[in-house]
Structures are given as structure tokens and as C-alpha cells.
């Protein structure tokens, strides 16, 4: 679920820091589309296509958002969202077609005090994955997950720049063997080409989230649009250098704040 998590998070993050969004009492509501398909490292492709309603409210010290999404999965089972090929109890090499209810996530986060310079701003995060998702379908590891990550943004001149690094702590799944704990750490940076369009490019590192899975390496370009004062539209393309990534996916996210 992480990487998912991830793009949203830092598709928010980014239009918060270049529209300087984040405003005591603000709250948003998205809807986001994803399409992902490869072969992830498996003998068969898997498309997986992924639809999540996010809500936030950040009160200017602290921040709550929660995303529930919807889920179809074609393939051999043996592909979960955001962690890629795994292996099953029970292996199988029909394809076939899964949608439901996919793993709801809530999070907390702290805004610190903005260091002297008035530039750099420091977030704590807390991920919980909670287990909503059908496991005997593929849909999800039928167990919650813990995430805990700082992130850290500047702004020099009209670029921003920031960072995330964490730790996720994965439940043991009796369906998905051998899951593994692991870290994850994102690099990336906006530039406003106006007062509406930014664009940037994200990198993103996960440690193998299994024994036999490869870690992710990932370079995320992305455009963000600024429609009007509550509007806000954000596009993501990835492209993965290991065999855990899709060979194609696209990820949108329209968001309305008030």
C-alpha cells in the first residue's frame, strides 16, 4: 500500500508547498484514478486500476486525513498493491479478475515550528494501514501496517525542494509469506512555471518488501494545476528501473479544499 500512499501524500505535500495551501482550519477532499501494468517480476501481467477518496483537515499544528479506495486486481494473485510480486500459500497461475473494497489508511501528522530561516518546514507522519481489503482475493495482506516517516521541505527562490524517509512495519500475512519490514526515502522538487502550473519530479527508494520481491527504485515526473482557489488537479507518470515496478502507470488526483 505504501507507494500508493506515497504519490498521494507527495502529490498533497507538493501543492501545499508551492500554493501555500496549508492554512489553520483548511480540510480537502480528492478523488484520485491509478492504472498500473507489468509483468511486476511474475510469468503473467497484472493490470491493477485503483480508485481512492481521500478526506484531510489540518488545523495549522496538527493534520488527520483518511483514504478509502476501490480496487480491481487482474492477474495471478501474486501481485499486491504497492509492494509488487509475492509470494502466495498457495501458488496459482489463473488470471483472474478481483474488485472490492481496498485497505482504507488513516494518518496523523504534526507540523513542527518552521526552523529560523522561515523557509524549512519539518512534518512528523503516521501511516496506519488498516486491513479492509479481501486478502483471499489478492486485494490486500489481510493484516494493518504501521508507517512512520518525516518529511522535510525548502524554498529557495521560486524552487522547492523536499524529502521524506520512514520505516514501515508490515504485519505477517498467512496468505502473503516472508513479508518484510522496511524503509522508503523520496527526494523531490517543484518549480512553478506560473501562479497555477507547477512541475517537478519525485525519486523514490522502498527496500524489498519480501524475500524473493526487488527493492524499488522509481523516478515520479509529475505536473500539478492550481484551476482556481479551492480546485486543484495533479498528474503523476512513474517510470521503475527494477522488475517490482509496472511497466506503465499513470496516477490523477482532483481536489477540492475549503
Keep these: 500500500m505504501k507507494k500508493f500512499i506515497q504519490l498521494i501524500v507527495l502529490t498533497m505535500f507538493m501543492q501545499a508547498a508551492v ?6 482550519g483548511r480540510s480537502a477532499f480528492g478523488i484520485g484514478a491509478y492504472y498500473a501494468k507489468g509483468d511486476f517480476g511474475q ?5 491493477i486500476r485503483y480508485v481512492p477518496a481521500t478526506l484531510e483537515h489540518d488545523n495549522g499544528r496538527w493534520g488527520l486525513q483518511l483514504l478509502v479506495p476501490r480496487l480491481e486486481v487482474e492477474g495471478p494473485g501474486t501481485v499486491l498493491l504497492n509492494l509488487g510480486g509475492i509470494s502466495r500459500a498457495v501458488a496459482s497461475d489463473e488470471i483472474t479478475v478481483e474488485q472490492g473494497l481496498g485497505d482504507a489508511v488513516a494518518s496523523l501528522i504534526y507540523h ?4 529560523p530561516d522561515r523557509q524549512t518546514f519539518v512534518d ?3 501511516d496506519v494501514k488498516l486491513p479492509t481489503a479481501d486478502e483471499a482475493k489478492a486485494l490486500g495482506t489481510g493484516q494493518a501496517d504501521y508507517s512512520l516517516q518525516v518529511d522535510i521541505s525548502r524554498q529557495q527562490g521560486a524552487m ?3 524529502a521524506t524517509a520512514g520505516y514501515t512495519y508490515r504485519g505477517n500475512s498467512p496468505v502473503f509469506q516472508e513479508l518484510r519490514n522496511g524503509k522508503f526515502v523520496q527526494l523531490g522538487l517543484a518549480y512553478p512555471l506560473s501562479q497555477r502550473i507547477s512541475v517537478g519530479a519525485i525519486y523514490d527508494y522502498r527496500a524489498a518488501p519480501a524475500a ?4 524499488i ?6 505536473a500539478a494545476f492550481q484551476l482556481n482557489e479551492n480546485w486543484s488537479f495533479s498528474t503523476v507518470i512513474t517510470t521503475g528501473f527494477t522488475d517490482a515496478s509496472a511497466d506503465f502507470s499513470l496516477l ?4 477540492y479544499s475549503w
Design 252 to 255: 490523477g488526483q482532483l481536489r
Design 217 to 222: 527504485h522509481e523516478l515520479l515526473p509529475y
Design 212 to 215: 524473493f520481491s526487488d527493492e
Design 160 to 162: 522547492t525542494y523536499f
Design 43 to 47: 510469468d503473467s501481467e497484472t493490470t
Design 124 to 126: 512528523l507522519r503516521l
Design 19 to 24: 500554493a501555500q495551501d496549508v492554512i489553520p
Design 112 to 115: 513542527f515550528d518552521p526552523l
